[in-house]
């Protein structure tokens, strides 16, 4: 069985008084990691533009691989004879797998779900996959991840259809227990479940505490940044970390803007993931505390200055708006320079949580971004509501 195990331990060693922040060292079987920590995804078993030394290098401690993708390409049994993905990537850290169930909706023309599982016909070669939950930890197995996913029915953030909602909700529960029973190195790997119920408080607050009743090292909190309203989505990630127990860590999945960090860092989440600083990089457009840079307009042609003067990071301290500008969308080393930036920028936001909710100025410190962010003082209603669910006041200034 998958139960609580050493796999994981979690010590929380400094808390906001205003909120429900805190700071935390996760240790893992291949590093420790300090929470709140923001986690880039490696779909592949790569990051986009960046080499696992340089993440290294940028002060990266946990990083995120697809279950869906890897088990496709290469496959099981390359990993197998790689020793696992740390090893097959050359990646000396700790390593995050989701389940392969997010696929349910990118790929949902290709998928058909069941009681069974996922039947997905392969972007690949067309040939047809049964990811069912003894499947998606068969192959979690095999990668060899600190941390691994539940397989979760998942269903587009912005649906509606109740009974459908319900469906999933109630099956990804019955999935747990399945995956907790495949499960094949329990003292090696931990097993968060995933609190579903989209934006439905009930079907959240049903899912959670099922879930707690688990003997398990940490949770999830899945369905959700899938596009609906963000007065909608604080609601529920407060919700989750009202009811999910304080001593394990809370993992929010798919959130990287950097807004959202620092509010569900407020609200009590300690880890997130996201392709949003590489997929933005492509696009060229660069992380600043005051929102992006589009580094394709023309206004940065002449502009000799770094992305941001107190970046250390080495796109900061080598090139210039104006250089990346000539080289934008059209040289793939400018979504290299720009990945490394904008990871850095991550990095430095979490490190920048932890500092101040252990010296106590945590609050201080979210009304400066915010400020910062917001610099016309026309703070977002959503903003100004979640915050003042977990005692911090924003003020105009």
Known sequence: MGGKTLALTFNITAECKTTRARVGLMKLPNYEVNTPVFMPVGTQGTMKGLLPDQLEDLDCEIILGNTYHLGNRPGTEVLQKAGGLHKFMGWNRALLTDSGGFQMVSLLKLAEITEDGVNFRSPYDDSEIMLSPEKSIE?????????????????????????????????????????????????????????????????????????MSKEVNGFAIG?????????????????????????????????????????????????????????????????????????????YEIDLRPIDKDCSCT?????????????????????????VHNIAFQMRLMRTMRENITKGTFPQFVQTFIDELYSGGNYPNWVVNSLKSVGINIVQS
């Open 223 to 299: 369905g959700l940044s899938g596009g609906e309203a963000k007065d909608d989505f604080w609601p529920m990630v407060s919700l989750c970390t009202g009811i999910l127990d304080k001593k394990r860590p809370r993992y929010l999945m798919g959130v990287g803007l950097a807004i959202d960090l620092v509010i569900c860092v407020a609200l009590g989440v300690d880890m997130f993931d996201c392709v949003f600083p590489t997929r933005t990089a492509r696009f060229g457009c660069a992380l600043i505390n005051k929102g992006q840079l589009n580094l394709k307009q023309k206004q």
């Open 139 to 211: 192959i979690q197995n095999c990668i060899g991840a600190d941390i691994i996913m539940q397989l979760d029915d998942v269903v587009q953030t912005t649906f509606q259809n109740y009974d459908r909602i319900k469906e999933a909700t109630e099956r990804t529960s019955r999935w747990l227990d399945r995956c907790l029973a495949a499960h094949k190195r329990p003292t090696e790997q931990s097993i968060f479940p995933i609190v579903q119920g989209l934006l439905n408080p009930e079907l959240r607050e049903q899912s959670a505490r099922q879930h």
């Open 315 to 339: 796109t900061c301290q080598n090139y210039t708006r104006a250089y990346l500008h000539s080289i934008v969308t059209a040289e793939t080393v400018a979504c290299h320079l720009i990945s």
